[in-house]
Every structure is written in structure tokens, then in C-alpha cells.
């Protein structure tokens, strides 16, 4: 149980181009989800923290209008680079908990991640 | 504010050797804790957890830590290192000063520590 998936598992786009990530709980309700940035040989950055139903509360320095994040249902969040850029290339990790009883809230599951190479 | 530190960027032992990797933490509430360990181009997996239960925590593949509150230290060890165990390694430690609210659970990570194992 609680596996959380990501798609896709990387891609590849032109600068100016608008990348669409989906971060989805496979068998549980996720009613918070968490966007992590890692560039190479450096630690997790969070960037973002999204509550089912409500807006996303974004980090401090993490541009909200260059990365939208949707977190419409219980099983699904999305991350959008808009107007990507060479310097946003990285790897973008979700992960997911569960408020819900014998669960503990502390922790969190994590997708494998999606690499973005913007060119 | 919380923060992690990780001592030693790189670890690298003989198989079959002791593996001790360092953690420290900072945190103004009591903090729960988190060992996790990432293959290349993957997510995150949970090793273990501390929730101020026991203070020695066993976790998967044979790893345990320690959390010791006087030197604010939580780290992990192996008795005897496997080949499989080459991999990233992150301290995480958790936020729960806003319980409930959305920063509830935030997890800060440590910088990382790479462990080699050679034979």
C-alpha cells in the first residue's frame, strides 16, 4: 500500500514551452501532496505544499506563477513549469500523505520523480 | 525553524563493515525524524522514523538509529554493509509546530551522504 506514482517519467522540452507533471496516490486519499525540486549531487527543496481543494502554499523564492500546482482530487496533483527555461531543468519529486485514521500523518510517500531537461 | 545537518557528503566502507552515517538536527519543538535512501533517478524510500517512542529505531534492510536528544544527534548504522546498500541517504526531520495547518509535517532534509560499498 501506499504507493504514489509520477508521469512522466521524464521529458525533454523547448525552452518556452509549458510542462505538465502529474503526481497520483495509486490506493490512498492523499489530502496533502508536496512538490520537491532536486538538482544534481543536492538535497531535496520543497517547493510547494498543496491541500486537496484549496491553493497551494508555495516556499519562499519559488515563483507561484511559473509553477502552477492543481490538487483537484484526492488521488491526483499536478505540477506545471510554464515558460520553461534551461535553468529550470531538474528533478521534481511529489509526495503524498493521508489524513485518516491508524495512519500516521507524519509521514510521507514518495513518487519516483520525473527528470525535466529543458533545452 | 528546523534544520538538518549531514556530516560527510561521501561514506565509503568495505562490504561486510560497520556503516555510520551522521545526523544532526535543529529543531524549537520536539522533532520527529526520518531516514530515508534514494537509488539514482528515483524517489525517496522510508528506512525508518522516529515519533518519540523508543529512541533506538529499527527500520528495513537491516538499519537502525538512535535518537539522543542531549546531543540532538540521530544517527543511522548497519552492523554489516551489503553491496545493495550503495545509494544516497537523507535525515529528514519533520515540523509540528502548526499541527494540523499546512505546514504541519514539513520535512526538512539534511544535505545527504552517499555511501560506496566496495568489496
Known amino acids: 500500500g501506499a504507493v504514489v506514482s509520477q508521469h512522466p517519467s521524464w521529458v525533454i522540452c523547448k525552452s518556452g514551452t509549458s510542462v505538465k507533471i502529474e503526481c497520483r496516490s495509486l490506493?490512498?486519499?492523499?489530502?496533502?501532496m508536496f512538490w520537491y525540486r532536486q538538482f544534481p549531487k543536492q538535497s531535496l527543496m520543497l517547493m510547494a505544499t498543496s491541500n486537496e481543494g484549496s491553493k497551494a502554499t508555495y516556499e519562499q523564492g519559488v515563483e507561484k506563477d511559473k509553477f502552477l500546482i492543481n490538487h483537484a482530487s484526492l488521488t491526483l496533483s499536478t505540477l506545471t513549469v510554464t515558460s520553461a527555461h534551461p535553468e529550470d531543468s531538474s528533478f521534481y519529486i511529489c509526495?503524498?500523505?493521508?489524513?485518516?485514521?491508524?495512519?500516521?500523518?507524519?509521514?510521507?510517500?514518495f513518487g519516483p520523480g520525473t527528470r525535466l531537461t529543458v533545452l | 525553524a528546523q534544520s538538518v545537518t549531514q556530516l560527510g557528503s561521501h561514506v565509503s566502507v568495505s562490504e561486510g563493515a560497520l556503516v555510520l552515517l551522521r545526523c544532526n538536527y535543529s529543531?524549537?519543538?520536539?522533532?520527529?525524524l526520518f531516514w530515508y535512501v534514494q537509488y539514482p533517478n528515483q524517489g525517496l524510500q522510508l528506512l525508518l522514523k522516529?515519533?518519540?517512542?523508543?529512541?533506538l529505531v529499527k527500520g528495513i534492510n537491516g538499519f537502525e538509529a538512535e535518537f539522543k536528544k542531549s546531543e540532538t544527534s540521530f544517527h543511522l548504522t548497519k552492523p554489516s554493509a551489503h553491496m545493495s546498500d550503495a545509494a544516497e541517504y537523507f535525515c529528514?526531520?519533520?515540523?509540528?509546530?502548526?499541527?494540523?495547518?499546512?505546514?504541519?509535517?514539513?520535512?526538512?532534509f539534511g544535505q545527504g551522504t552517499i555511501l560506496t560499498v566496495h568489496p
Open positions: 522516529y515519533t518519540s517512542a523508543a529512541t
Open positions: 509526495s503524498a500523505r493521508e489524513w485518516a485514521s491508524g495512519r500516521d500523518y507524519n509521514e510521507q510517500f
Open positions: 529543531s524549537s519543538v520536539p522533532p520527529y
Open positions: 490506493d490512498f486519499q492523499a489530502t496533502t
Open positions: 529528514a526531520v519533520s515540523s509540528l509546530s502548526n499541527a494540523g495547518g499546512t505546514s504541519y509535517g514539513k520535512l526538512t
